[in-house]
């Protein structure tokens, strides 16, 4: 039987002042909300598992089409229309007792959720620095293992963690690249407290590229990506490959924290990018996103969750990747991070024009209003920059859920290609005077259930607003209407 289908139905339409759409408008929505003033469609149909049966199932499909107004990055250029779908989710998945098997086109679970889950994260995040929910999903299988006691402790120490590889189908500078993934995570828990470390690791490998040819795709080099070995002397891999490590590396390692109380939580989470060996080794700190979560059980208040973020990715390991350490001696000092940058895959941790992790971190030709969404996309321009992001959910009336989001960032491009003025690259640090620029962005947005006395039809609406020197300046706003059919 299928008592927990859902079937939805989803119009809506968007508009800003300067054309294209503000940021909190389009970010960590996995990628399917039109760049410019337009409109979107979408039907979905999801079944969840179901807890009362051992082997459980769960599947869903979602289409969405939009039509946008798109206008050329020239002088005098007049607006054309451009339209678009996509297969946004396509998936099918078993669970059996803390064992879980996506295959499909599925989107990655989020944390720090609002007071309605359809809402988003309240994280700048989505709770995790490598892989945001900002960009659309890739197709692959997904294993993951939720949080297991380890015998004979009590239940104060478990294992989690998650296996897979996916394929890109995007237009990008390597094309056919595959992705592997794995995270491995543990956790401790003492009565009210909880702590866990998680290391997510991402390798990107193979697919076709302009520069080298075909990049292999052989039983041996999976088994370098997925332990993070070099390539083999003899192979025909690049020489970054064989000295370094075969095919591009990143990830995030992720500290956290938690304290419940009767009825609320509070959580502190420290969650580090790293892009090569000094950054696994936590050379690279104090950077990283840091969070911090206060939320009620209880998802009927006015306000009900409370989140702040402080981000910084300045340092990077250092403003030399190589040169003399402190008693003279020339080694790789392991700086230049340049997070989810490749010098071989020159797409980067891109996928369909946008960035995969942290979104404040913009693809290319952001600033200079060249970039377009799901156009070839050469890494991103801004990964050094410093942010404060606060959010609050609840319940307006204690009946219809809300979001705010606020953020301020001050931004430097990248070590090579700063935004202004002149880089520590090559410099010692604190000897360069750097110059940021400033970008704010705002969303309002929530969804108003029942109307028209009808349970199944909702209202959805949002309010916007970007400031600053990267994006384009302007007010924007998105109304749309939809129907459950259960």
């Known amino acids: 039987m299928l008592d927990s289908l859902l079937v939805t139905l989803m119009l809506l339409g968007a508009a800003s002042s300067s054309g294209e759409l503000p940021f909190w408008a389009v970010s960590n929505v996995n990628g399917a909300m039109p760049q410019f003033n337009g409109t979107l469609a979408a039907i979905s149909a999801k079944q969840e598992f179901d807890s009362s049966k051992t082997l459980q199932w769960r599947g869903g499909l979602t289409f969405a089409g939009s039509l946008e107004a798109f206008r050329e990055p020239v002088q005098g250029a007049a607006l054309q229309p451009r339209a678009a779908w996509l297969v946004d989710e396509f998936y099918g998945g078993l669970r059996w007792e803390k064992l879980t098997l996506d295959i499909g086109i599925r989107h990655r679970d989020m944390d720090f ?3 309605d889950a359809a809402l988003g994260s309240l994280s700048s995040t989505g709770g995790n620095i490598a892989w945001s929910g900002n960009s659309r999903s890739l197709p692959g299988y997904t294993l993951a293992l939720a949080p297991v006691a380890v015998p004979f402790t009590r239940g104060h ?3 989690f963690g998650r296996y897979g590889d996916y394929l890109t189908l995007d237009e990008r500078y390597v094309p056919g690249a595959l992705v592997h993934n794995m995270q491995v995570g543990m956790m401790l828990r003492f009565g009210r407290f909880d702590f866990s470390l998680a290391l997510d690791h991402y390798a990107m490998w193979g697919g076709e590229s302009p520069d080298f040819g075909r990049m292999p795709l052989t039983l041996g080099n999976y088994f370098r990506i997925a332990t993070g070995r070099s390539a083999s002397s003899g192979s025909s891999a690049t020489e970054s490959d064989k000295i370094n490590v075969l095919g591009d590396h990143r990830g995030g390692e992720c500290f956290r924290f938690g304290w419940r109380g009767d009825g ?3 959580t502190l989470q420290h969650d580090i990018p790293y892009d090569d060996g000094s950054g696994m080794g936590f050379a690279n700190w104090p950077d990283g996103v840091n969070t911090l979560h206060f939320g009620f059980d209880s998802k009927e208040r006015w306000v009900t969750d409370v989140l702040y973020e402080l981000g910084y990715t300045l340092w990077q390991s250092g403003t030399r990747h190589e040169g003399k350490d402190a008693s003279g001696t020339y080694k790789v000092l392991g700086g230049l991070d340049n997070y989810f940058n490749n010098q071989d895959y020159h797409s980067g941790w891109t996928f369909w024009g946008r960035t995969a992790g942290l979104p404040l971190m913009f693809p290319a030709g952001t600033r200079s209003g060249t970039w377009r969404q799901g ?8 990964n050094r920059l410093v942010y404060h992001h606060f959010s609050l959910s609840g319940k307006l009336f204690r009946r219809a859920p ?3 989001m606020l953020t301020y960032s001050r931004n430097y491009g990248t070590y090579r290609a700063p935004y202004e003025g ?25 969804t108003v259930p029942g ?12 309010l916007y607003y970007d400031g600053g020197e990267v994006l384009r300046n302007g007010f924007g706003a998105l109304l749309g209407i939809g129907i459950k059919i259960y």
Do not use: C, M
């Open 402 to 404: 809300y979001r705010l």
């Open 264 to 266: 609320w939580k509070l």
């Open 157 to 159: 120490f478990l294992l």
């Open 113 to 115: 959720l609002s007071s």
């Open 422 to 446: 002149e880089s520590q690259i090559h410099q010692d640090w604190g000897t360069v005077e750097e110059t940021p620029i400033r970008q704010f962005s705002a969303g309002f947005n929530g």
């Open 451 to 462: 109307i028209f006395r009808n349970s199944r039809l909702w209202l959805s609406y949002g």
């Open 375 to 382: 156009a070839l996309t050469l890494g991103v321009e801004n």
